[in-house]
């Protein structure tokens, strides 16, 4: 499509698909999103392609995750002005990676789009755009087309091929439908409605199978407000609210606290009150996992941690940090606005290879906040670990999309692996998450909440946890290698 409404519809389809994800859940839009996506770069230059991509880029992520607005205007206490600017240049540079897609696209294949092209080129473009934004200066998998259809069809695909093969086929299905449209080869149409109709069948698939007793197991909500948390004259109220919500659940199996509950390190806090809640904990046989800072030995490098309460007593260090939230990745900004020097942002990454907590009984596989997004970390968990769970907080967002779209993207790492996921935040939304990746209840947002459910650990292997992503980079080669193909045989 040429001129300027080739452009709008870029922008406009952008801009939609966030709402293929939580909290609308219209996950057919996402195909929608894409399909418009292919199409305006159908018959352009590789420069037009590269606008329009950043166009898109700029809908997607300027609607997707307009909640770094709320961090840094509302939590970080900078101005209106400033704030936009930061989340403008943030957007606009997550945009420039689907500007380099488009243009690096339209250089393999100048001119219009060929049915090869739709089918095979531009869905492994997709992918590869995907996987190179969750690896990318650390990484920001955030808005995977594949999360927003864990609510449709292509869910049951997700543990035999992840969530990046579930974007693939549905960038396959955009594409498909353009030939469709465009050239009126009515036979792609089987192809579609085989894929869209075989998953929900494959829903049905248990790939995991249950292991050991039903734990009775509890989360503590404590909705402390993010601007007095690390206040020291909160302390002692935090370390009372915790204990006593703790203590009216002494019938639980296990109980869980979010991501830095305590905000004060485990050293201070070791001898008059972690210590004492750990033997009556071990009294009534309960397991408290709970979250707060570890410093090493010389109390100068310290781990956003979660530790391990009650028959046993360990840590896990949180190993993928969140660049302005756990740390600041240059130093020297520190100081030049209030955003860049937030309450213990100093943190330093665990250790790569450390060993799962274990909690009533069983190996635990554990994230803390932002590390559940990235699938192939969950993934080294499994299949040791019987449950997940994920501690975070999502306070830093406000009244945003962002903690519905962190919940999805949870639920989807239990689908992935057939698990089941207990997930506390400080404010909500806490979860339990059973492993089909379906809410089998949580809590509202921004109130004091203890959710208590029983819960079935699982073992077994999923196909994606057996294989993983090999299987995505295996079609994703041939894919390229038979539109190679295709475009020699054209060119002769």
């Not at 352009?44 to 307009?66: E, I, K, P």
């Not at 100048?110 to 095979?120: I, K, N, T």
């Not at 035999?160 to 594409?175: W, Y």
């Not at 080869?185 to 050991?212: E, H, M, R, S």
Request: glycine share 8%; charged share 15%.
């Amino acid at each position: 499509m040429q001129g300027w409404k080739g452009n709008v519809m870029a922008l406009f389809a952008g801009a939609l698909m966030p709402l293929a994800f939580a909290p609308f859940f219209l996950y057919p839009l996402a195909l929608l999103s894409l399909l418009l996506l292919f199409l305006s770069w159908d018959n352009v230059t590789a420069r037009q392609a590269a606008w329009r991509g950043w166009l898109f880029g700029l809908g997607m992520f300027g609607v997707g995750v307009s909640w770094i607005f709320v961090a840094i205007h509302v939590f970080g206490q900078s101005g209106v002005v400033l704030a936009g600017l930061l989340t403008f240049l943030f957007v606009a540079f997550l945009a420039l990676y689907l500007a380099v897609l488009g243009f690096v696209l339209k250089k393999l294949s100048p001119g219009a789009l060929s049915a090869s092209d739709y089918l095979l080129l531009l869905p492994a473009g997709w992918l590869g755009f995907e996987l190179f934004k969750g690896w990318f200066l650390s990484g920001f998998p955030w808005l995977e087309v594949g999360v927003s259809q864990i609510e449709g069809p292509l869910a049951g695909y997700v543990p035999l091929i992840g969530i990046s093969g579930a974007s693939l086929l549905l960038a396959m299905t955009a594409g498909t439908l353009l030939v469709v449209i465009k050239q009126r080869q009515w036979l792609w149409l089987v192809p579609v409605f085989a894929l869209w109709v075989v998953g929900p069948f494959l829903k049905n698939i248990d790939w995991t199978q249950p292991v050991g007793e039903p734990i009775k197991t509890a989360i503590i909500q404590g909705n402390i407000p993010q601007q007095i948390k690390w206040e020291p004259e909160q302390l002692v109220n935090t370390l009372v609210l915790y204990q006593t919500l703790t203590q009216q659940h002494w019938d639980a199996d296990l109980v869980v606290w979010p991501e830095n509950a305590l905000p004060a390190f485990y050293h201070q806090l070791e001898d008059f009150y972690l210590k004492p809640l750990a033997e009556e904990a071990r009294q009534h046989q309960t397991d408290i996992l709970l979250g707060l800072p570890v410093s090493d030995d010389d109390k100068i490098r310290y781990y956003n941690s979660m530790m391990s309460l009650g028959s046993e007593q360990d840590f896990y260090h949180k190993r993928h940090l969140v660049p302005f939230g756990d740390y600041v990745p240059f130093e020297w900004l520190r100081g030049l606005i209030a955003f860049f020097d937030l309450p213990m942002s100093a943190f330093v990454p665990g250790p790569e290879d450390q060993p799962l907590l274990q909690a009533s009984g069983h190996k635990v596989g554990v994230s803390i906040c932002y590390e559940d997004v990235f699938s192939s970390e969950v993934l080294q968990t499994v299949p040791e670990a019987t449950l997940l769970v994920n501690a975070t907080n999502n306070a830093w967002y406000g009244d945003s999309f962002a903690p519905h779209q962190h919940l999805q993207i949870s639920r989807s790492r239990a689908l992935e692996t057939g698990r089941p996921l207990v997930r506390a935040t400080t404010n909500g939304i806490s979860a339990f998450v059973n492993f089909k990746g379906e809410i089998e209840s949580q809590t509202p947002q921004f109130e004091q909440a203890a959710l208590t459910q029983t819960v079935q650990p699982r073992q077994g292997e999923t196909p994606y946890v057996s294989l993983q992503r090999w299987p995505i980079w295996l079609l994703a080669l041939l894919m390229l290698c038979l539109w190679a193909y295709y475009r020699h045989k054209k060119s002769d």
